[in-house]
C-alpha cells in the first residue's frame, strides 16, 4: 500500500510563492499518474495539476501559468511550485497516486 506524505504548506501574502512536497513510499518511476487537489472550506475538492507518462501535465484553468507540477524520480518526491498565489487558492492540498491519497497540507493566501 502507497504512502503519501505532504509538506510545504503554510501562511503566505498575495502574490508570494510556496512549493509543496509529496514523498511516495514507492518507486514513482512506475506510476503513471499522479496529480494534486485542493479542497478549500465548503467546497469539493478540485484537480489542481497532474503529471502522466512520462512528462505530460495539465492545469485547472485557474492556476495555469502559475502553478507548476514536476517529480524527482530519484527522491520519490512529486512538487507543486506555486507562485503569483491569490487569497482564493486558500485550501488544503492533497497528494494523490494509485488511488491513495496523502494528509494533506494546509495552504493560506492572505490579502
Known amino acids: 500500500q502507497v504512502q503519501l506524505v505532504e509538506s510545504g504548506g503554510g501562511l503566505v501574502q498575495a502574490g508570494g510563492s510556496l512549493r509543496l512536497s509529496c514523498v511516495v513510499s514507492?518507486?514513482?518511476?512506475?506510476?503513471?499518474?499522479m496529480a494534486w487537489y485542493r479542497q478549500a472550506p465548503g467546497k469539493q475538492r478540485e484537480l489542481v495539476a497532474q503529471l502522466t507518462g512520462v512528462s505530460s501535465t495539465e492545469y485547472a484553468d485557474s492556476v495555469k501559468g502559475r502553478f507548476t507540477i514536476s517529480r524527482d524520480k530519484a527522491k520519490n518526491t512529486l512538487y507543486l511550485q506555486m507562485n503569483s498565489l491569490k487569497p482564493e487558492d486558500t485550501a488544503v492540498y492533497y497528494c494523490y497516486a494509485r488511488n491513495m491519497w496523502g494528509q494533506g497540507t494546509q495552504v493560506t493566501v492572505s490579502s
Open positions: 514507492l518507486d514513482i518511476i512506475n506510476i503513471y499518474r
